[in-house]
């Protein structure tokens, strides 16, 4: 994990913009930390991002147990909004890729709205497996390059964002890809986000669990909490 805060992310990538350098945000949470702890091919994925930053309260909390604290929680939901202002500031295109049908287009015109002038110069929603269809891939890889964003926001759910951000890269190098999850679908209002006092307290998995328990349950409760206290029980031990 980068120790930065939201700040210093969106300054980075500025900075990188302005010399002509592109680059790849991940911002890996407890899910997709215990994901990678099992898999070396997800592991190399998220390694190769040029900044790695913690969407997650308990990676932050491990992180200060373990006596190397990073500064605070970074979050696509979060990037996307500060990304974009950033963006509408030095009149930077961004892109949004992601999404069910519509639901990009809503995105659009929620950070356009608030962010004024921002120029999003196209918006996609790639049908269920795509990926698996090369002129899927072709069409998206055409219309994303035609486009010639700065930023480009995939939401599509860890690792399949990012596999597909690895392809794109060689095509689009001044850009910066950004791998957002729901990040698209909350800006969209087509998902609600937790509170500020939930996600400051780390509660915001409890909150999308009461919405959608039928989907998240075994993902949370199962594999994700034990997952969370191992993990801060070793950085602990770690530190001792």
Known sequence: MDPLTERQVVDWVAGALDQGTGGHIVTPNVDICR??????????????????????MPLV?????LGTPIPERVTGADLIWS???????????V?????????AARAAKALAGRCHGLEVCGVDAPPFGFEKDPEEVGRLRAKLVAARP??????????????????????????????????????????SRAPAWARRAGAEWLFRLVGEPGRLARRYLVDDVPFAMRLMARSLLGRR
């Open 35 to 56: 994901a990678v702890s099992t898999n070396p091919a997800l592991r190399a994925l998220v390694a190769a991002a040029d900044v790695v930053v913690a969407d997650g």
């Open 83 to 93: 990304l974009s202002a950033m963006a509408a500031t030095a009149g930077r295109p």
């Open 61 to 65: 909390w491990a992180s200060r147990l």
């Open 95 to 103: 892109y949004l890729l992601g999404g069910p049908p519509g639901v």
């Open 150 to 191: 700065s930023i480009v926001f995939v939401g599509l759910g860890f690792p399949k964002q990012d596999r597909l951000i690895a392809e794109l890269r060689a095509d689009a190098p001044g850009a910066w890809f950004v791998g957002c999850g729901s990040a698209i679908a909350f800006a969209a209002g087509a998902v």
